[in-house]
């Protein structure tokens, strides 16, 4: 079993749609958690980081952590074209970063 | 503001070769640094980090090196390329801490051929 499990996707929504992304992790040392953007041939960008429990809001995006579930999500209202790209999950325990596989997002005009 | 370049984009070179890739960060000092390489579809996968100048840890044994010359300069080398080389190569940076987010740079598409 992974340490972090992501839904690879694609995820198709019509523009404007609410997206929710979406991993699962088994270990309960994990206190870090981090969404990434990343554009085809791009780097991944850091879009949230929050620490333990609970929510966390930028604009259009929401992250929130459920570690007695061990589950995170990411929230995107009012999606547009341009967040069609692929989102990775990341997370740490003291140590290490550990990713998840990435969720490809596709946003239809 | 904290930058990171990394050269060069695109690489195509044919087994057996020796390899060279250079990131460098500008705007910090002190950084932990990282090479990641990335399978089409696939998660992330760390090859090496470097907390100082001249340390580094390797995570995957493979036919990779990785050199820390100066504080803000990350080098990833290989004597004799081969062809499961090929793939998307990904620089990083972090303040101090393994559970700082790390940010990116814009990566290398390696082809061997």
């Known amino acids: 079993q992974k340490e972090v499990e992501q839904d690879p996707g694609p995820l198709s929504v019509p523009e404007g749609a609410i997206v929710s992304l979406n991993c699962t992790y088994s270990n309960s040392a994990f206190q870090y958690f981090m969404w990434y953007r990343q554009y085809s041939r791009k780097g991944p960008e850091l879009l949230m980081y929050?620490?333990s429990s609970g929510n966390k809001e930028d604009g259009r995006f929401t992250a929130q952590v459920d570690k007695s579930s061990k589950y995170i999500s990411l929230f995107i209202r009012d999606s547009q074209p341009s967040d069609s790209a692929t989102y990775l999950c990341a997370m740490s325990p003291p140590h290490q970063l550990i990713w998840g596989a990435g969720t490809k997002l596709i946003i239809k005009p | 503001s904290q930058t990171i370049h990394q050269w060069p984009a695109t690489l195509v070179q044919p087994v057996g070769s020796p390899l060279s890739l250079e990131c460098t960060v500008e705007?910090?000092?002190?950084?932990?640094l990282y090479w990641y390489r990335q399978a089409a579809g696939r998660g992330l996968q760390l090859l090496f980090y470097s907390v100082g100048i001249g340390q580094i840890s390797s995570e995957v044994p493979q036919n990779l090196s990785a050199s820390r010359p100066q504080d803000r300069q990350f080098i990833l080398s290989s004597k004799k390329l081969l062809l499961s080389d090929s793939g998307f190569y990904l620089c990083a940076w972090s303040v101090a801490g393994f559970s700082q987010p790390q940010h990116f740079g814009d990566g290398t598409r390696l082809s061997i051929l």
């Open positions: 929050t620490y």
């Open positions: 705007g910090t000092s002190n950084p932990n």
